[in-house]
């Protein structure tokens, strides 16, 4: 037998056998890819004529045509973000398949990977062709904002990715009962990362809260940038920084609820 | 107390015992278990159990239900922790070294699926790939004609009918061409010409392979069929261990499933004396 990648260090070919996996599983059940695209654009027409009713009755709303739109489109990167690392996950729980995946030789560290390109490549079957339609429907351009985007992006993703490895670690430990915290925890960050409202529309003890959290610093740097034309980097790097800690305590409570769901024989009889 | 058999077992376990020591003195242990235990609170599901297993050598692992042999199987396959002892596999300390041994392992039991709606060929192509394999093509085909798989390839997992399924499972556990298999009651729910099937298989597996196989079961037939050695377990212990014919004779018994009764109610071995056989004869 031939084998091309026996070493035990991580190995980008075991996260790419994972994508395939579900990326296969995708290309299979066109329900699972039409529910990508489906709630991102229910969500962007709602707010987006909702948008377009403030801007007429209201000359305030007129100077900040597209803070809404933004908001609501950064917010479905992050919440879809968490939603496609938890899912992907979740499927290997549904499918009863992580005691076979935890006997080969892919590392947690792998896995994680593969949960993470596959959490970007659901965000983006919803959000590339929602965009578009914000164009066509509302004028509003996202792509404009370009290199902030991609800042804006990447840092939402590296939230949506610590709050799915925290939220996979629990089912993990603790089984499919846990299952509705992949659906419902990131709602806790919309009233407190001020993704429709600015900071300090909050009382001052729940700003500090708010400051703690890394979206806080992108939807107030996608409004300076809308508003005002301005890149905030200050933020930026405060989102980076505080993300860094974030995506390395989410990482380290994974492998801790990994162990100790190996110590309590959960892996073979994940289920309710 | 009579021994049913017991002079024509006395000499028929001396020719495998003689036989099985120089096996196991000639063969490095495949899997050696040291003082193995796991306790989940107050209860002990693996209590101080050691073993080797000789490379090359069919092992059954037999009990009751909670008797521990899952839990047993699950640590060597580093699934799940032990609360103490040692687990070496294949010249690896499981506990420490577990990733460099994996791709030399494989596991098959039906109690745990593969994804039901991916294609045989795709589930295939994923655990290839995790295994790292090259000529990936040529392997699947291969093992899918190995197995009559061939013409339910492009078909979804979950669409085929148990025995397919258990076929599908096997060729996943034989896809890495493992030096060692473990299998956790790898013909229940088959018919008995499926099951003779997938018994034939492993057995040709090992004989061409000289794998080793762990396999946990409560079929006793089947044991007593494939494997050159048996763990008794209860309670979490390993309360005997020997060849089949070892135990008929230990035990006085016709088949492994009076033996297993015996185990399970707490019966006494009556051990063949040997000594009395022979100056009898």
């Not at chain 1, 992006?153 to 670690?169: D, P, R």
């Not at chain 1, 529309?201 to 508003?227: C, K, N």
């Not at chain 2, 199987?73 to 002892?85: C, E, F, K, Q, S």
């Amino acid at each position: 037998m031939s084998f091309s990648d026996t070493h035990p260090g991580f190995s980008p070919r075991r996260v790419g056998a994972m994508v395939l996996r579900h990326w296969y599983l995708l290309r299979s059940s066109w329900p699972r890819t039409f529910e990508l695209i489906y709630w991102p654009t229910v969500q962007m027409l709602m707010w987006g004529f909702f948008q377009l009713y403030l801007v007429e009755t209201s000359s305030a709303f007129a100077a900040a045509a597209g803070v809404l739109l933004g908001g609501i489109l950064l917010w479905d990167v992050l919440f879809r973000g968490q939603l496609g690392f938890s899912i992907s996950f979740l499927e290997e729980m549904w499918s009863r398949n992580m005691g076979h995946l935890m006997m080969t030789p892919l590392r947690p560290s792998e896995f994680v990977a593969s949960l993470m390109t596959m959490s970007l490549i659901r965000v983006m079957i919803g959000f590339i062709p929602v965009t578009f339609l914000a164009i066509v429907f509302f004028g509003f351009n996202v792509w404009q904002l370009g290199f902030a985007l991609a800042i804006f992006f990447l840092n939402l993703f590296l939230t949506s990715w610590s709050f799915g490895l925290f939220v996979s670690g629990l089912v993990l430990r603790n089984g499919l009962g846990a299952e509705n915290l992949a659906w419902s925890m990131m709602f806790l960050l919309l009233p407190l990362c001020c993704v429709y409202y600015p900071l300090e529309t909050l009382p001052d003890w729940l700003q500090m809260i708010s400051l703690a959290l890394p979206p806080t610093y992108v939807f107030e740097g996608m409004r300076a940038l809308l508003l005002e034309q301005t890149f905030r980097g200050d933020l930026m790097v405060w989102a980076f920084a505080l993300n860094a800690v974030l995506f390395a305590f989410a990482f380290w409570s994974f492998m801790h609820f990994y162990d100790a769901s190996r110590r309590a024989g959960a892996l073979l009889q994940l289920g309710e | 107390m009579t021994k049913p058999r017991s002079r024509h077992l006395a000499a028929q376990v001396r020719v495998e015992a003689k036989a099985y020591s120089i096996t196991v003195m000639s063969k490095p242990a495949a899997i050696s278990v040291s003082s193995l235990n796991k306790s989940y609170g107050p209860v002990t599901a693996v209590d101080h159990i050691s073993f080797d297993i000789v490379a090359g050598s069919i092992t059954g692992l037999l009990g009751g239900n909670g008797a521990g042999k899952t839990t047993t199987i699950a640590m060597i396959m580093g699934l799940v922790l032990p609360t103490g002892g040692a687990i070496t596999v294949l010249g690896h300390d499981m506990l420490r070294e577990r990733y460099r041994v994996l791709h030399r392992m494989n596991f098959e039991s039906p109690y745990v699926e593969m994804p039901l709606r991916l294609t045989v060929r795709q589930n295939l192509t994923v655990f290839g790939r995790l295994y790292g394999l090259t000529s990936l093509r040529e392997r699947i085909a291969d093992i899918a004609r190995a197995l009559g798989l061939e013409h339910l390839l492009d078909r979804p997992t979950g669409k085929l009918s148990a025995g397919q399924k258990t076929r599908v499972s096997l060729a996943k556990a034989l896809i890495n061409e493992p030096d060692l298999l473990l299998l956790d009651e790898p013909t229940a729910s088959l018919d008995p010409d499926t099951a003779d099937w997938v018994r034939n298989h492993l057995m040709d597996y090992r004989d061409r392979n000289d794998a080793t196989i762990l396999l946990a079961s409560h079929n006793m037939p089947e044991v007593e069929r494939m494997c050159s050695r048996v763990l008794m377990m209860q309670s979490g212990k390993v309360v005997d261990d020997g060849s089949p014919a070892d135990l008929l004779a230990k035990y006085g018994r016709a088949t492994l499933e009076d033996v297993f009764l015996d185990v399970a109610r707490n019966r006494q071995a009556s051990v063949v004396d040997m000594s009395q056989d022979e100056a009898a004869q």
